[in-house]
C-alpha cells in the first residue's frame, strides 16, 4: 500500500503571510492531486500535476511536482480568511492505468488564516 | 449541470445494523468511487464502479458492499455496522475513472453508529 504523508498537520496563521503544505511518498505516483476541503463538504479538485518537475500556478497557489515523482508542494503566497480549510494531497498509484478511481489521500493539512 | 448527490445527508444508527447509502453521479459521468473519511484514518478508498461492474476495492472487510444500476447510480451497503464505521462517506464520479480525470465528490453521507 503507498502512503502520503502530508506536513503540518495543522497551521495557524495571519493574513498575509505565506505558507507551504509538503507532500511525500517513497513510492511513485503518476499524478498527484491537490484538494481543498471544507466543513461539511467534499473535496473540491484545485489541480493535478502529472509531470515530473512540474510547477503549476493558480492565481496565489503554486503546486509543484518532485522530479522523482514521489513528493509535491504547495504553496500559498499572502495568505487571505478566505483561504481557511482542508488541504488534501492524493495520488494515483504508477500501476500502469488500472488505478480507476483508487486514490491515496495524505491525512491532510487544516489550515487556519486569521484576519 | 447538478453535482453529485449523495442521500440522505446525515444517519443514527445502532451497532448490528445495516446501512444502505446512495450516490447520483453528475450526468454523463459512469464511473463512482466510495470512500470513507475519518478523523483518525483520514480518506480511505472504498471501491469503484463503472457500468455496473466493480473494477476496484480497497482493504474493508467484506461487510462493505456496494453496486452500480445501468444509470450510473450507486449505492454502498454496510452490514453488521460497528461503532468504528462512524464516518462520512463521500462518493466521486468522472466521466471513466481515468487517472488524469477530474473527480467531482459529493457533499457526504454522515453515519453515527450508537
Known amino acids: 500500500t503507498q502512503l502520503l504523508e502530508q506536513s503540518p498537520q495543522f497551521l495557524s496563521i495571519q493574513e498575509g503571510e505565506n505558507l507551504t503544505v509538503y507532500c511525500n511518498s517513497s513510492?511513485?505516483?503518476?499524478?498527484l492531486q491537490w484538494y481543498r476541503q471544507e466543513p461539511g463538504e467534499g473535496p473540491v479538485l484545485l489541480v493535478t500535476v502529472v509531470t515530473g518537475g512540474e510547477v503549476k500556478k493558480l492565481k496565489r497557489l503554486t503546486f509543484q511536482f518532485g522530479d522523482a515523482r514521489k513528493d509535491s508542494s504547495l504553496h500559498i503566497t499572502a495568505a487571505q480568511p478566505g483561504d481557511t480549510g482542508l488541504y488534501l494531497c492524493?495520488?494515483?498509484?504508477?500501476?500502469?492505468?488500472?488505478?480507476?478511481?483508487?486514490?491515496?489521500f495524505g491525512q491532510g493539512t487544516i489550515l487556519t488564516v486569521h484576519p | 449541470k447538478a453535482g453529485v448527490t449523495q442521500t440522505p445527508r446525515y444517519l443514527i444508527k445502532t451497532r448490528g445494523q445495516q446501512v444502505t447509502l446512495s450516490c447520483s453521479p453528475i450526468s454523463g459521468h459512469r464511473s463512482v468511487s466510495w470512500y470513507q473519511q475519518t478523523p483518525g484514518q483520514g480518506l480511505q478508498f472504498l471501491f469503484e464502479y463503472f457500468s455496473e461492474t466493480q473494477r476496484n476495492k480497497g482493504n474493508f472487510p467484506g461487510r462493505f458492499s456496494g453496486r452500480q444500476f445501468s444509470n450510473s447510480r450507486s449505492e454502498m451497503n454496510v452490514s453488521t455496522l460497528e461503532l468504528g464505521d462512524s464516518a462520512l462517506y463521500l462518493c466521486a464520479s468522472s466521466f471513466f475513472g481515468g487517472e488524469n480525470e477530474k473527480l467531482f465528490f459529493g457533499s457526504g453521507t454522515q453515519l453515527s453508529v450508537l
Open positions: 492524493a495520488g494515483y498509484d504508477d500501476a500502469g492505468g488500472t488505478s480507476y478511481g483508487k486514490l491515496t
Open positions: 513510492s511513485v505516483f503518476s499524478s
